[in-house]
C-alpha cells in the first residue's frame, strides 16, 4: 500500500521568516561578510552589496520560493510538475536535482565546521585557553584539526543536533527552533556589541566597517559583492524551494524576501560590529581571515577580564547561527526522501542524516590522515566547497530564475507579486536579464 503524503504547512508568516532568516544567516555572517566589509571599501561596499542583493538576491529568493509554493513537493517533483502545468518540458526537474545535490554536499563539511564551534565552545567555558599566547593557541588549533578522533566527536554530535530538530517536522521542528535561535542569536550579538562599546577600540571598529573608501571599489569588490548577495541568501541550494513548497497563499513573498533580506544584512553588520572591536582593542589583525575566529579570538578572550564568558557567548553564538543554515541545508534532503520511499518524516531524516554525516567523515579526514588524498589537485573537503560554491549554486539559481522569468504565465506571476502593470515591467527586467546576467558573471569569474 503506497504510503499518503500530506504536505506540511508553516504555522505563521513569522515561522517562515524567522526559519529563512535562519537559513541565510550562517557562519559566513559572523566572519567572512564584515571581514569583506573592512577589506572591500567599508561603507562603498555596503551600497554596492545591497544593490547587487536587490537586484539579483531578492529576485532569486522570490522566485524558489514562488517555484516551490506551486509544487508543494520538493524541490525535484516541483519543478518537473510545475514546468509541465505550464506547457514545458519536465526535464527543468534537474534545476530541483542540483539544488537538493548541492544542498547535501555544504552541509557534509559544513557540519565539521559546526563540530569546530561546538568544541570550541566547550573550551572556552572550561578556561581552556586562559594565559595562553598566540603559538600555544595557534598549536592547539593545528593539533584539534589533525586529530581525527576529536573531529569525528564533534562532527557527530552537530549532525545529532541537526537531524534532531529536523526530524521534528516543519512546524514542531524547524519553526520551532527557528523562533527560539533566532531571537536567541540576536540576544548574543547585542550582548557582545555592548561589550564592544566598553573596549576603547569600537570607534576603531565603526570607522574600519563603515567610513567609505571609493578608491577600493575596483572590478574585484563589485564581484565580491556580487557573489555574496548570492550565496548569502542560502540560494540555488533548494533549499528556498524547499521553504517555499511549505507556504500558503496569503504571504505576500515580495515584501517576506524583503524582510528576509533585512534581517540578514543587519545581523552580518552587528556581528562586525561585535567582533572588531575586540580585535582593534587588543592589536589584533582584522584580516586573520578564517584563522580569526580559531585562533585570534580564543587569544583575545583568554587574555582579557570576562573573557571566558564573552568566550562562549561568542562561539555559542557561532553555533547557533551553523545550526540554523544547517538545518536549512538538511531538509530538502529530507523532503525528497520522504516524498519518493515509504519512510516517514523520522525515517528519512535518519536515512539523509547518516548519508551527509558519512560524507562528512571523508571531508574531516582530509585535515589529518587523508591528506594526501588529492581530486583535481584539492583535498575532499575543498574538492566539497568548490564543485558546489563554483558550479552547483550558480547553475541552479540561473535555472530557477530564469524559469520564473521567461516560462512562468506572465499574468499569473503578476497576480502572485501583487504588482502593478508598470513595477511588474520593472520587475521583469530585471528577473529576465539583470539577475541572470550577475549570476553568470558570478560562475565565469569563479572558473
Known sequence: MAKTHTHAQWSSR?????????????????????????QSG?????????????????????????????GQKNPINTMSE???????????????????????????????????????????????????????VGGAFTAFLADPGSLLVWHSV???????????????????????MMPALGILLMVLVAYGTTTGGFGAAVQYLFNPDWSKLDGKVVLAALGHAFFTLSLGMGIMMAYGSYLGQDVNLLRTARTVVLMDTVIAIAA??????????????????????????????????????????????????????AISLLEPVVELVEERTPLSRL???????????ALGIAALLSFNVWG??????????????????????PLTGLGAIVFAAWYLDRDSVRKELGL????????????????????????????
Open 158 to 180: 552537530f549532525m545529532a543536533l541537526t537531524v534532531g530538530v529536523v526530524a521534528m517536522g516543519v512546524s514542531g521542528g524547524l519553526e520551532r527552533a527557528s523562533k527560539l
Open 42 to 70: 567599508g561603507a562603498a561596499f555596503v551600497l554596492v552589496y545591497l544593490a547587487c542583493i536587490a537586484m539579483i538576491g531578492l529576485p532569486i529568493l522570490v522566485s524558489e520560493w514562488m517555484i516551490g509554493r506551486r
Open 372 to 393: 594526501d588524498v588529492l581530486i583535481f589537485g584539492l583535498n575532499i573537503f575543498d574538492l566539497l566547497d568548490q564543485l558546489t560554491s563554483k558550479f552547483l549554486l
Open 14 to 38: 513569522m515561522g517562515f521568516v524567522l526559519a529563512a532568516t535562519g537559513s541565510a544567516v550562517g557562519l559566513g555572517n559572523i566572519w567572512k561578510f564584515p571581514y569583506m566589509i573592512g
Open 347 to 357: 525515517g528519512a531524516t535518519a536515512v539523509a542524516g547518516m548519508a551527509t554525516w
Open 420 to 447: 502593478s502593470a508598470g513595477a511588474f515591467g520593472v520587475w521583469s527586467f530585471v528577473a529576465r536579464f539583470v539577475a541572470p546576467a550577475g549570476v553568470l558573471i558570478v560562475f565565469v569569474s569563479n572558473l
Open 272 to 325: 562586525g560590529l561585535a567582533i572588531f572591536p575586540i580585535v582593534f582593542a587588543n592589536g589584533l589583525d582584522p584580516a586573520a581571515g578564517p584563522g580569526l575566529i580559531f585562533v585570534t579570538l580564543p587569544l583575545a578572550f583568554g587574555n582579557i577580564s570576562g573573557g571566558l564568558v564573552l568566550g562562549t557567548i561568542f562561539f555559542l553564538l557561532l553555533t547557533f547561527a551553523a545550526l540554523t543554515s
Open 82 to 136: 510545475v514546468a509541465a502545468a505550464n506547457g514545458r518540458s519536465r526535464n527543468w526537474a534537474v534545476v530541483g536535482a542540483t539544488g537538493v545535490l548541492g544542498a547535501f554536499l555544504i552541509l557534509s563539511f559544513y557540519s565539521v565546521i559546526g563540530g569546530w564551534a561546538l568544541s570550541y565552545m566547550g573550551d572556552m567555558a572550561s578556561g581552556s585557553f586562559s594565559g595562553m599566547d598566540k603559538e600555544a
